[in-house]
């Protein structure tokens, strides 16, 4: 891990304040992890959290269903005070957790396998520093804390936190998530596309349906599908730009069920992914025109449903600046690493569709340990990344008051 350095009397306070809360913010989270909850259903998590921050002389407000926003520094105190956000993700996925650690999941089925429970408690621990600077006068910006639902499915929990006002007043959001391949100490960050946008793509073929032996009497469902299949994305690969790394993957193929006989119908379903925020706006059409194309010569009929769902997250180059002055600050010159694009998704794309800011990536892997891949049941996360975190977090923060370290755009 990089050695802290000791040049930022600023860096050195959050540090002191942060590392006197963790132990409780590691209590915090092996009590979040074990009790995971799903997208929309994350009650119990929504309530503990706003118990911890109300006793810490906090004011959050609860979203609908589940959430929770929480302000520090008054705008009052100082007419036209800017105000930076900071978010974190509350839900766990649908996956059965095999990691044998001590405070396992309870849930059957269900487990923090996305690092989640690491985003909440870095936030959680950077909201408490912060309300302590902001009591002592020492806060110079406005904070909003975020703590969102349902960000695993789609289109995503931001957009509810959006329509509940959760953006209002403010001007720069940012975020972390683990990266269990980059070492505990260690933050990735990017300036532009780092994630990807993630849509989800149906095609539904049909015919009459007919005998194996007699294809030409009928629209061969199972050969379009396979047209289709194959077809689609070589289409995608020449009406799209390259350079916007558009990626058709097919997950599930159903049709028929004996080996004599054409089914009536069949269905294609995958995802469709997409680094580039213009090109995605013209995926649906393009993908529309080539399926009907494409199936036409079969004599079959071809439905297409195109679901978008999240677009992709662009990071913002003064957004990133600061981020990364943050992690320099606080964990070390040599902290910073340039993060690969991921075609991940992630609704964090969602708040950058409104103002600037920046995703990072928060290292979580115990040096000379395994590498692992998120949404994997056997996961382990390395706890020193939660208070790393919050110190990132909360120096962000701060650091985002200075419109000199932004530097030009």
């Known amino acids: 891990m990089p050695a802290v350095p000791v040049d930022s009397p600023t860096a050195q306070r959050v540090t002191a304040l942060v590392a006197a809360l963790e132990p409780s913010l590691i209590e915090t989270r092996r009590h979040i992890h074990a009790h995971p909850e799903v997208a929309w259903r994350e009650h119990e998590t929504t309530t503990y959290l706003r118990r911890i921050l109300t006793e810490a002389g906090l004011e959050p407000r609860p979203l609908d269903p589940t959430g929770l926003v929480v302000d520090i520094g008054a705008d009052r105190r100082a007419p036209g005070l800017r105000r930076v956000a900071l978010r974190a993700d509350l839900d766990a996925l649908p996956v059965p957790e095999t990691s044998g650690l001590a405070f396992a999941s309870e849930r059957e089925g269900c487990a923090h396998a996305c690092g989640h429970d690491i985003h909440t408690t870095a936030l959680l621990g950077a909201a408490l520093a912060l309300k302590q600077l902001d009591d002592a006068g020492e806060l110079p910006v406005g904070v909003r804390c975020l703590f969102q639902p349902a960000e ?4 995503g929990g931001a957009q509810a936190v959006i329509d509940q006002g959760g953006l ?8 972390l998530h ?4 980059v070492e505990v100490g260690r933050v990735g960050s990017r300036i532009g596309p780092i994630t990807a946008a993630s849509d989800t793509v149906t095609l539904m073929v049909t015919s009459e349906g ?23 994305p070589a289409v995608l690969g020449r009406r799209t730009d390259p350079r ?3 990626n058709l993957t ?9 080996p004599n006989a054409i089914p009536a119908s069949g269905t294609l379903t995958g995802t469709i992914r997409c680094l580039d925020s213009r090109e995605w706006e013209r995926l649906g059409r393009i993908v529309e025109q080539a399926a009907q194309q494409i199936a036409a010569p079969y004599a079959v009929e071809t439905e297409v449903s195109y679901v978008r769902g999240i677009p992709p997250v662009v990071n913002d180059e003064r957004a990133v600046r600061v981020a990364d002055a943050a992690v320099k600050d606080v964990l070390g010159a040599d902290a910073v690493e ?10 964090f794309a969602w708040y950058l569709t409104h103002l600037p800011g920046a995703l990072v990536r928060l290292g979580t892997r115990t040096p000379g340990g395994p590498a692992y891949d998120l949404h994997r049941g056997d996961i382990v996360f390395d706890e020193r990344a939660i208070g790393l975190g919050a110190r990132v977090l909360a120096r962000t923060a701060l650091l985002a008051a200075d419109h000199e370290v932004a530097g030009p755009a």
């Open 244 to 246: 916007s790394g558009v």
């Open 250 to 258: 097919w997950g599930a193929v159903h049709a028929g069920k004996a």
């Open 338 to 347: 340039l993060t690969e694009q991921s075609l991940g998704g992630e609704d």
């Open 152 to 155: 695993e499915i789609q289109p």
């Open 178 to 181: 683990c990266d269990p391949k």
């Open 210 to 232: 007919g005998h194996t032996s007699r294809p030409h009497l009928t629209g061969d469902v199972v050969y379009a599908l396979s047209q289709l299949a194959t077809g689609l």
């Open 168 to 175: 209002d007043g403010v001007h720069q959001i940012f975020a």
